[in-house]
């Protein structure tokens, strides 16, 4: 299977040299520095709390302070900042897409439990960003870098479970709090770990994706700084 | 069978309501109708290939229509018994093509546009035509490839696309607009028929994700899809506007406005720009916030460089700081006001001098202009006015209005004037008010004034001398109000400006200039202007001030002001006849009167008169006058001459008849003697017989008429010696001959030889039948000694009236001359009368007589002329009494010949008296200077 996988990656390496390196994935963009741009952003925008934790406590009456306190992520529904940082941009790109597929089958549980035009923007966004993943890893995979795809370290761990069902509503609902919570902090350390590519990327090479992609995705450690900036008060592992 | 036909009857009258159906229903209906029974299996007679039934414009198109053996056993018919139809019109047969037994065909080359049904035919046992397939023939054109596709998404909002659908295609197009991801596809998004060309998505849009879009257009003839594009749809976003929270000012700067907002939450994803617009609150014109200062992603900005104390008006926009995208609309306006600062200039000041009774002090209003807001920079508190006399003490004022009035003595004043506000006072605007005996001098030239684009401007040469400003005062002339001025102030540098009131249409401005120098006013220049000029509210009213028989003076007023609307240019006066063309004339307008000339006598004019501006004119009311028919002083010329004619000529009819009075009367009012006052029985017995010889000697056959006897009665007025002498004579001669007068009656003349004079007493007896008079005629009868052939004694009937003694005046002066006594005066008169006019017309006696010579015989003339030359002691001068006894009624009892006999000797005697001299007479000279006495 890695054989084959391979094979076509370099097949699909060789045409796009042959192409100058701006054949477009499909309907991708072929543009390295654009995708990962669209992928920072979403990432933002998708880790604001107002596109679907807010809407949820609004609706289920969880604007209190005191509830405020009960919900928090649980631990092992996302995996951790530090995990991501340590995977490889496939592996990293895999991840998220593991984890998107968890999203969304959480929102089609929260379908009845949020407003609509917010599950369905929701919804869609989860949609979009695996598609922009999909075209990152299918830009990596096109890439001449033998580490674009090759994990240094083992992945976060096991794929996050949707949680399991809660004893009572209210545990439900607090349940589902904590997941969304989780889901936004998890998008949000999903946007620095790309911010991380991007940094990197400028280092390297400003304006040659390409190139940036030949020299692979270097699995590295995020910038101290960029690290400071990640919000406090991560679940424990 | 006939319940067959009568059926497909039926089915093809349906077919034909049903003509608009699709060809489904229509291909349906065929196979009902071709049933051969009912009851049976419903199979067609025939068909028709192809079954599609849409043709493309502009192709052939051929269509087969194949007949069933069956039917053709039945019906005997063949594929040449097929015709085809379109709707009910017969296909012409150069169209058909019969292939074999069976089938036929018709083309359709370069079809048209159509929607028809195609039927085929058959005609059975020769004559019945009956349907028996049929199609539905639909043509048009294949979609074109849609352009240019573009994509909008409304923030909040779902996208929408639209594109350009291309040619018409005239038959029902379906519009479809795909969109997927690199993973996944959407659901097709379908365009409404009322919306063809747009289309909105069914899914929120997903910022950050590249989609790929395009048309697919499709109808019967094909499908087509559009270019597909890319693209990311946060580049084809149109964001929220923002939302302005406040517009701020700032006490230390007067000249700035601080502006914030909120706006789209995408400025935490992306980076924004923005337009930003202000403008003063009265204005209608924005200006623009620089761009490249607002290029970035902010939530407020300063505006500076503003005005202090003005109302500013924001709005903001935004938009991807790429310029992808769409710009947002406009945000809702937000004001705001500026700080205040010190006014910025010294108001416009002026001054006038009103009448004040107090002697040795003037009244003077100091007026001054408000400042505009934009001068005054903030709201002006009040005014500081000061007066200062020279080598004097100011005299302060703080107003709050903008006049001021003070008493000032005659001398030379300077006053100042200040604004202040909130922040600070303005500068200081100074006006000299000269003394009472000042002069001005130093006018300005040429002034003028015009309007142009809706505005009054004043334009005027300055003096030679400095001038530190103008003032232009202007109010309005109208008959009705009177002039309340407007003022503006211009500096000393302008020579042109344009009033700054509220002027209005049609209104005269009068407009005053006044420079101002260092020592006070100087001569001030006037003019009329119009804004804009109109036509005047009502004409002239036109009238004659005279009216001639071929001319008329018209006059009329000048338009009051009020209704002039303009400056009148001219006049034109419009005159016609009831009947005639109007024939109009142009008059300047200076003037007040006109004189129409070449009219027509004794003719009604209409006339009226328009006055007209710049702008038009307008007719006042009609005025009617008639010519008269004679010309002033025609009819006195006229009537005067005949009057001077007719006066002379009557004038001359007097004098002629004065002159020839005596014959005239002669003719037509003869003296008549008046019997009453004869005296027959007075009849003077001592009359010479010889008197009596001659009658005896003129008619020795003793046919002499008659004698008549006048008594006369002598006037003892101024008797003269002479006359009374005669007088005397006369008396005793009238004693002697008063017993052979036979009374009554008779002519004096002809009885001169025995005249006979009343005296006093029978005087009287006169009077008391002078009312009614008896003529009396005595003829010759013989009296006592002789006895005459025929005697006649006539009474005479007449009553015609006795002559006045006082007709004749000077008769009474003769009477008077001749005898002195009173009592004969009346029938002296008689004598005079008769005798002085042959004295005094001698001529025309002459040529009286000798027509009447020449109307008598010869016989009778020669007989009268030996007559006279026979017996002297005839009496010339009694002819005019003889004639008046033939005129007389009682003439004509004598006949003609007496009448002819009398004439002559009267005349005979009459020139005796002319030829042979007084001696002949038988009274003394002295008579004859007032007439003759009777003889």
């Not at chain 2, 299996?41 to 039934?53: D, F, M, R, T």
């Not at chain 2, 702008?615 to 001459?641: R, W, Y």
Request: proline fraction near 7%; aromatic fraction near 10%.
């Amino acid at each position: 299977m890695r054989a084959q996988r391979m094979q076509r990656t370099l097949l699909s390496l060789v045409l796009r040299l042959l192409l100058l390196c701006t054949v477009a994935t499909g309907k991708c963009s072929g543009k390295y520095h654009e995708l990962l741009l669209q992928l920072q952003r979403q990432a933002d925008l998708m880790q604001d709390p107002s596109t679907l934790l807010d809407p949820y406590i609004h609706l289920q009456g969880l604007h209190s302070p005191v509830l405020q306190e009960h919900c928090r992520e649980r631990p092992g529904d996302f995996p951790s900042e530090d995990a991501l940082w340590r995977l490889s941009r496939q592996d990293f790109l895999q991840t998220l897409n593991t984890t998107l597929g968890l999203i969304l089958r959480m929102l089609s549980a929260l379908q009845q439990d949020l407003p609509e035009a917010a599950h369905q923007q929701a919804e869609m966004n989860v949609r979009g960003f695996g598609n922009n993943i999909h075209c990152m890893a299918q830009l990596l995979r096109g890439s001449s870098d033998p580490k674009a795809a090759e994990p240094t370290q083992p992945g976060p761990g096991p794929t996050p479970l949707p949680p399991t069902p809660p004893s009572s509503t209210f545990q439900r609902k607090l349940r589902n709090c904590g997941f969304l919570r989780g889901y936004h902090r998890f998008m949000r350390t999903a946007g620095q770990v790309l911010r991380g590519w991007g940094e990197r990327q400028g280092r390297s090479r400003r304006h040659s994706p390409c190139r940036a992609l030949k020299r692979g995705a270097r699995r590295t450690r995020p910038f101290p700084e960029i690290r400071r900036l990640a919000p406090r008060g991560q679940p424990p592992r | 069978m006939p319940t067959q036909i009568l059926q497909i009857a039926f089915i093809q009258k349906y077919l034909c309501k049903m003509f608009t159906l699709q060809t489904w229903i229509v291909q349906a209906l065929f196979i009902f109708l071709t049933t051969e029974s009912i009851g049976e299996l419903i199979v067609p007679c025939a068909h028709i290939h192809p079954e599609s039934s849409v043709v493309q414009l502009g192709s052939n198109f051929t269509a087969v229509c194949v007949l069933k053996e069956k039917c053709m056993d039945d019906y005997h018919v063949t594929a040449n018994d097929i015709f085809w139809k379109t709707g009910r019109v017969p296909v012409p047969y150069e169209q058909y093509s019969v292939i074999n037994r069976t089938a036929s065909s018709v083309t359709f080359p370069n079809i048209t546009l159509i929607n028809a049904l195609l039927t085929c035919n058959i005609r059975m046992f020769g004559q019945i035509n009956r349907s028996v397939y049929g199609i539905r023939i639909i043509s048009g054109l294949p979609p074109e490839k849609p352009k240019n596709l573009s994509c909008i998404v409304n923030e909040g909002k779902k996208m929408m696309c639209q594109w350009d659908p291309g040619r018409e295609t005239y038959l029902e197009t379906n519009y479809t607009l795909k969109s997927e991801w690199a993973t996944e596809k959407f659901d097709d998004c379908k365009a409404k028929r009322d919306t063809p060309t747009s289309c909105t998505v069914d899914y929120p849009p997903v910022y950050f994700v590249n989609i790929e879009v395009w048309v697919e257009a499709e109808n019967a003839l094909g499908k087509v899809t559009s270019d597909h594009i890319n693209f990311d749809p946060v580049d084809k976003v149109k964001l929220n506007p923002p939302h302005i929270l406040s517009v701020n000012s700032s006490k230390e700067l007067s000249s700035i406005l601080k502006l914030t907002w909120t706006d789209s939450r995408f400025k935490s994803f992306i980076t924004l720009k923005y337009d930003i617009q202000y403008r003063t609150k009265d204005a209608s014109t924005w200006n623009q916030v620089p761009p490249e200062d607002t290029s970035s992603t902010r939530s407020s900005f300063t505006v500076q460089d503003l005005k202090p104390f003005t109302e500013y008006v924001f709005r903001i926009r935004c938009m991807k700081e790429d310029g992808k995208g769409y710009w947002s609309d406009w945000s809702e306006e937000a004001s705001g006001i500026t700080y205040e600062d010190r006014p910025s200039k010294a108001p416009n000041f002026w001054y006038k001098i009103e009448p004040s009774h107090a002697h040795g002090t003037r009244s003077i209003q100091l007026k001054w202009k408000t400042l505009p807001p934009f001068e005054a920079n903030g709201k002006i508190l009040d005014y500081e006015v000061t007066l200062t006399k020279w080598k004097s003490h100011s005299q302060n004022y703080t107003v709050k209005d903008t006049k001021l009035t003070v008493n000032l003595t005659n001398d030379r004043y300077v006053a100042t004037l200040t604004a202040r506000n909130l922040v600070g006072k303005s500068d200081a605007s100074v006006l000299t008010i000269p003394a009472w005996d000042f002069q001005a001098t130093h006018p300005i030239t040429d002034l003028k004034a015009f309007p142009k684009d809706n505005v009054l401007w004043v334009e005027w040469t300055a003096p030679n001398e400095s001038v530190n400003r103008y003032i232009l005062e202007w109010c309005v002339l109208s008959d009705k109000s009177p002039c309340i001025p407007d003022w503006q102030q211009e500096d000393g540098t302008v020579h042109r400006t344009y009033l700054r009131g509220n002027l209005v249409e049609s209104k005269c401005y009068l407009i005053t200039v006044t420079p101002v120098y260092d020592d006070g006013p100087g001569s001030p220049k006037h003019i009329k202007a119009y804004l804009k000029q109109a036509a005047p509210s009502r004409g002239p009213t036109v009238r004659t001030k005279k009216v001639g028989k071929n001319e008329a003076v018209l006059e009329w007023d000048h338009l009051p002001i009020d209704v002039q609307n303009g400056f009148i240019r001219n006049y034109t006066i419009f005159y016609r006849t009831v009947i005639g063309n109007e024939i109009a004339v142009n008059v300047d307008s200076s003037h007040t009167e006109y004189t129409l000339s070449s009219l027509t006598s004794d003719t009604l004019y209409m006339v009226r008169m328009a006055a007209y501006t710049d702008e038009g004119g307008k007719d006042g009311p009609e005025f009617t006058f008639t010519t008269p028919k004679f010309a002033q002083g025609e009819i006195e010329a006229i009537v005067v001459p005949v009057c001077l004619a007719f006066l002379l000529t009557t004038l001359l009819g007097v004098l002629f008849c004065f002159n020839k009075r005596d014959l005239i009367k002669k003719h037509i009012w003869p003296n008549v003697p008046d019997p009453s006052k004869s005296h027959i029985a007075q009849w003077s017995p001592h009359t010479p017989p010889r008197h009596f010889n001659s009658k005896d000697q003129m008619y020795p056959d003793g046919n002499f008429t008659d004698v008549s006897v006048v008594e006369i009665e002598a006037n003892d007025k101024k008797p003269f010696p002479e006359d009374l002498k005669s007088l005397d004579l006369f008396k005793k001669e009238k004693v002697n001959t008063e017993g052979h007068s036979s009374g009554i009656g008779g002519s004096s003349c002809m009885s001169s030889s025995r005249p006979s004079i009343s005296s006093s007493d029978e005087n009287e007896s006169a009077q008391n039948t002078s009312s009614t008079v008896q003529y009396s005629t005595v003829v010759h009868s013989g009296y006592r000694h002789q006895v005459p052939s025929v005697q006649v004694f006539s009474r005479s009937e007449s009553t015609q009236p006795l002559l006045d003694s006082e007709e004749r005046p000077e008769d009474l002066q003769l009477v008077d001359n001749v005898d002195g006594s009173d009592g004969i005066l009346p029938r002296q008169r008689y004598f005079k009368q008769n005798c002085s006019q042959h004295e005094t017309s001698p001529d025309i006696s002459h040529f009286e007589r000798s027509q009447q010579v020449s109307s008598v015989n010869e016989e009778d003339f020669v007989r009268l002329k030996q007559q006279q030359i026979s017996d002297h002691i005839s009496q010339p001068y009694g002819s005019g009494k003889m004639k008046m006894f033939q005129e007389v009624p009682a003439v004509d009892a004598f006949g003609p010949g007496i009448e002819g006999q009398v004439e002559r000797f009267e005349t005979v005697g009459m020139e005796d008296a002319v030829d042979e001299g007084m001696p002949k007479s038988y009274l003394p000279q002295t008579v004859r200077r007032g007439g003759y006495m009777p003889q």
